[in-house]
């Protein structure tokens, strides 16, 4: 948390500097989501994100923004009877996101933005077909992501958003020691642990403040 925080320090000073003013966002949507490094694969677990923030203005076509958000992530198997497979995998995240993000607008339309966030894990729940298993295996505390994305204003005040959000930094280590090789680096790096992979799916409202 302390990092976002001497990250937007610049920008609130900046602000303040050139008399800006700072926007209210309202912002509503899911996160489809998935874990990297479980047996599973696909976007199959559909939480709910929503919260506040607060935007700024660094040039005509250059934002900045700073949210507040309840965001759940996780990852889930069905069992598929019909193909034999009783397996079932649940596993729900319940996070509490402070994410720093730069926008820029193209054409007064379309939306393009790049950022950081930092994460805490308030609760979670994790369960199998053999029944549920929560804390047996402890997540981290805190998680870091990345986040990219696009979107498109519907007019000055409503706004739509997809975003890609990956974790950086494992949220749950491997408890099991793995003898395998990867010859590709980044699987080298990436390959620690759990990481949280997510797509965002969000309805934004601005309210403008006069200056």
């Given at each position: 948390?302390?990092?976002?925080?001497?990250?937007?320090?610049?920008?609130?000073?900046?602000?303040?500097?050139?008399?800006?003013?700072?926007?209210?966002?309202?912002?509503?949507?899911?996160?489809?989501?998935?874990?990297?490094?479980?047996?599973?694969?696909?976007?199959?677990?559909?939480?709910?994100?929503?919260?506040?923030?607060?935007?700024?203005?660094?040039?005509?076509?250059?934002?900045?923004?700073?949210?507040?958000?309840?965001?759940?992530?996780?990852?889930?198997?069905?069992?598929?009877?019909?193909?034999n497979d009783f397996s079932a995998y649940?596993?729900?995240?319940?996070?509490?996101?402070?994410?720093?993000?730069?926008?820029?607008?193209?054409?007064?339309?379309?939306?393009?933005?790049?950022?950081?966030?930092?994460?805490?894990?308030?609760?979670?729940?994790?369960?199998?077909?053999?029944?549920?298993?929560?804390?047996?295996?402890?997540?981290?505390?805190?998680?870091?992501?990345?986040?990219?994305?696009?979107?498109?204003?519907?007019?000055?005040?409503?706004?739509?958003?997809?975003?890609?959000?990956?974790?950086?930094?494992?949220?749950?280590?491997?408890?099991?020691?793995?003898?395998?090789?990867?010859?590709?680096?980044?699987?080298?790096?990436?390959?620690?642990?759990?990481?949280?992979?997510?797509?965002?799916?969000?309805?934004?409202?601005?309210?403008?403040?006069?200056?």
């Amino acid at each position: 948390m302390k990092i976002l925080f001497i990250l937007f320090l610049p920008i609130v000073l900046f602000s303040q500097e050139k008399k800006s003013t700072f926007d209210l966002i309202l912002n509503l949507g899911v996160s489809p989501a998935q874990i990297h490094g479980d047996a599973y694969s696909g976007f199959h677990k559909v939480g709910f994100l929503g919260g506040v923030g607060v935007e700024t203005k660094i040039s005509n076509q250059l934002q900045s923004s700073l949210s507040f958000l309840f965001i759940q992530k996780g990852a889930q198997k069905n069992q598929n009877p019909t193909k034999n497979d009783f397996s079932a995998y649940y596993l729900n995240l319940n996070y509490l996101e402070v994410p720093l993000l730069f926008t820029y607008t193209s054409n007064k339309k379309y939306l393009f933005d790049i950022g950081v966030s930092a994460g805490y894990l308030i609760n979670y729940y994790e369960d199998t077909e053999q029944g549920n298993f929560t804390g047996k295996y402890p997540f981290n505390n805190f998680e870091y992501s990345v986040k990219v994305g696009l979107g498109y204003h519907i007019n000055e005040k409503w706004f739509v958003n997809f975003r890609s959000s990956n974790s950086f930094i494992t949220i749950r280590p491997n408890y099991t020691k793995q003898a395998i090789y990867y010859n590709n680096l980044l699987a080298r790096l990436f390959n620690k642990g759990y990481y949280n992979n997510i797509l965002e799916f969000t309805l934004g409202y601005r309210i403008k403040t006069k200056k």
